[in-house]
């Protein structure tokens, strides 16, 4: 029997983006080496050398921390980041965003809608609860069917799951998606709880309140949401070899802020803004490192709500905005410019809709009047008040619509309101219909569509999806040949250009980690959403690496 990451090799080889940074190698007894470390463009080279690290060391990371530590119940997109310090996946991904072992070793395709994957022997969760096949059964059936979870639809195709012995457990999938499902392992489907914990909480807010996994760290003390989360390590953990830091500290830290957090030596390492690289780079206590990401910034919208449930306004929304316009005020020309909702380079692109909707305020003013705005349309839109490039961006696009008839009333709120009001929440419907703001990085082509196009996806606000994109987006995620799959996933973006669903797509956010020169180990430029710690160390005196 050979494994999926061997025979389905050039099927998994289809990132969605290439990251533009190299991953890092360590020597992870004593010493640690940057072979790799590519700088931000314009910025001087990354140091190397060999240097020692410090096991005891507690980074301070700045990031909205979390308001959620239960895998199945999402709140943020961005509360993955620390997830993965407590959880470890059943499949990880690399700097590459590639399919990796991570609790499961390997993983085949048995029969045409079953795949098997085995486990890692000698696990265990750091309550000391086993690590096996029945703890897989155990989450995965949770993730689908509690009362609380709000990723069922990520397992939506999985129709059993079998405990063939201790350490190998079977999923039958129907449809099939052999390219796709060990990439939904490697989110919060595939992070493992420890069942004891999970039934001795009761409850997912209890179980969130004092998580346990089997990741690297466990969460230390107290923690309080959108503020504060700490990490230590634990003994016992598998992987041991491969955790450089005694601990993290999650501390908020607002975009305006993170440069000076790090030149003041608060936080050791935070994702920042573009207009902030410059300065950074030239500041010889700091590094940073740059890499491309599918995270996409955008004026969101709910194609159910008035004015959005007609095509055509929508689609004169795409002509309104001029992108590359935004894209270089806003990023200094370090970011891509989005003409669809996947960037250039990634499986999805497509050619042909890089012109579909050039900059025609004239074309957008033709399609009101034809939908019966001639005098143009009126709109609220929100955002966080404390987001700052979140209301940069909204005035910049603010003031262009307005050239091509659309008055967009932007408002400010609270921050902890403003997603529940634009997504809505179990107890409440959406009560926007429009926000300038961002979608988190997409970790494969299906979650994208699935998430944000697909009727039952998570941040899909209007609840409608386009006739016949789900069949094309299922058979891609079953084709084995890659070019079939490029090519079913081409005619589905095609098809979302066409609808002008979810907004509009502005640009492609580029990655920037900045750390302090005594930070070691990034792996590559990074958003909230997608940093890795594993590798990451502070050296022996905080003295700069190399």
Known sequence: MRSLHRTLAPLLALSLLPLAACSTSSDTDSDTTDDNATAAPGCPPATSGTVAHDPTAILKYGSVPASSLDPIRMVEANEITVLQTIFDPLVKLDANDQPIPGLATEWSVVEDNVMEFKLRDGVVFSDGTPFDAEAVRFNIDRAMNDEESNIKGDLANVQAVEVVDDLTVRFELDPPNPAAFPIVLSDRP??????????????????????????????????????????????????????????????????????????????????????????????????????????????????????????????????????????????????????????????????????????????????????????????????????????????????????????????????????????????????????????????????????????????????????????????????????????????????VSEEAAAGVPLFFVAGHTAMGAHVGGVQRGSTRSNMIFDGLYITEGRVPVG
């Open 190 to 495: 595939g992070l493992m709880a420890s069942p004891t914990a999970v039934q001795a909480a009761g409850s997912s807010t209890a179980f969130s309140d004092a998580p346990v996994g089997a990741g690297p760290y466990a969460v230390d003390g107290p923690w309080y949401a959108r503020e504060k989360v700490s990490v230590r390590a634990w003994d016992g953990y598998w992987n041991a070899q491969e955790r450089l830091l005694g601990g993290i500290d999650f501390i908020e830290t607002s975009t305006d802020a993170s440069l000076g957090a790090l030149q003041a030596g608060d936080l050791d390492v935070q994702y920042i803004e573009d207009d902030k690289v410059a300065a950074a780079c030239a500041d010889d206590r700091l590094r940073v490192m740059s890499s491309s990401t599918n995270e996409v910034r955008a004026l969101l919208i709910n194609q159910a709500m008035e004015p959005f449930d007609d095509v055509r306004v929508r689609q004169a929304l795409q002509y309104a905005l001029n992108r590359e316009a935004i894209t270089e005020a806003l990023t200094d020309g370090r970011s891509e410019a989005a003409t669809q909702w996947f960037p250039e380079g990634s499986v999805p692109y497509s050619p042909e809709l890089a012109d579909a909707y050039p900059y025609d305020p004239d074309r957008a003013r033709e399609l009101l009047a034809e939908a019966g705005y001639p005098d143009g349309v009126t709109f609220t839109a929100e955002i966080g008040g404390t987001f700052t490039a979140y209301v940069r961006m909204g005035e910049l696009v603010q003031a262009q619509l307005e050239q091509a008839g659309f008055t967009m009333d932007l408002q400010l709120i609270d921050p902890a309101q403003m997603l529940a009001r634009l997504y809505g929440t179990a107890d409440s419907p959406p009560q926007i219909a429009a926000a300038p703001l961002a979608m988190a990085p997409a970790r494969s082509p299906s979650s994208r569509f699935r998430e944000r196009f697909f009727e039952d996806g998570r941040y899909n606000p209007s609840g409608e999806t386009i006739p016949g994109l789900r069949d094309l987006v299922v058979q891609a995620d079953a084709a084995v040949d890659p070019d079939e799959r490029a090519d079913l996933l081409r005619q589905a973006a095609t098809l």
